[in-house]
């Protein structure tokens, strides 16, 4: 199986310009998710999973188009509900319905009751966001080991860190805006080989 980990493309919320916990992409950002298939021009995916947030779904629908694919939003894979961040607490999250009608080429992953909040509550610690994230990992990804899919999963700093030591422990491939990891797993869902990708990302490289 070949799995592709990215964080979401430089949001306004990352460079100081606000626009709240569900913010938009910067116009780098914008910038940076168009480059994203460059790397994909010669690999034809099985499957795009994503975070709901609308940074991270703006970040994987340059990609969902090029390569004809819908995108399957995993709640797993949101943000991290840190404690010290009260706005996640009091914003008014979108409902799932909401989000599909915004973005008609997503839709929730099959097991997400539509009636029901998709977010984390508020507070959590990493222990808890590492929990989630091996969740997403058992339930969809674990088919694919030992076959020669090529999946792709969106999400956050803290998510996609989560990811990378799930599947690889000890992995330290720093978290950068946009940037692609590649992991080759085994049928057990041991990694073989890991690479870093960012020339795509040219001169816009950011933590």
Not at 108 to 113: N, R, S, T
Not at 189 to 201: I, T
Request: aromatic letters at 12%; proline letters at 5%.
């Amino acid at each position: 199986m070949h799995l592709y980990v990215i964080r979401h493309a430089q949001s306004t919320m990352n460079i100081g310009q606000g626009g709240g916990p569900n913010c938009s992409l910067s116009e780098v950002g914008q910038w940076q998710a168009e480059q994203i298939p460059s790397f994909f021009k010669e690999i034809q995916l099985n499957a795009i999973f994503c975070s709901p947030l609308r940074r991270v779904i703006q970040t994987a629908t340059p990609l969902a188009k090029a390569q004809g694919l819908g995108i399957v939003l995993i709640p797993e894979m949101s943000e991290i509900f840190n404690e010290e961040w009260k706005d996640y607490r009091d914003y008014d999250w979108e409902a799932c319905q909401q989000i599909v009608e915004e973005f008609p080429h997503a839709q929730f992953v099959e097991y997400q009751d539509m009636e029901r909040k998709w977010w984390p509550t508020w507070p959590e610690n990493h222990a808890i966001v590492r929990k989630r994230v091996q969740k997403f990992v058992d339930a969809k990804l674990t088919d694919y080991y030992g076959t020669d899919a090529h999946i792709a999963v969106f999400g956050h700093g803290q998510t996609t860190a989560d990811m990378k030591q799930i599947v690889n422990p000890g992995d330290i491939h720093p978290v950068y805006n946009a940037a692609i990891v590649h992991y080759v797993l085994d049928s057990q869902g041991q990694c073989e080989r890991v690479s870093l990708h960012k020339d795509h990302l040219g001169q816009h490289v950011y933590e």
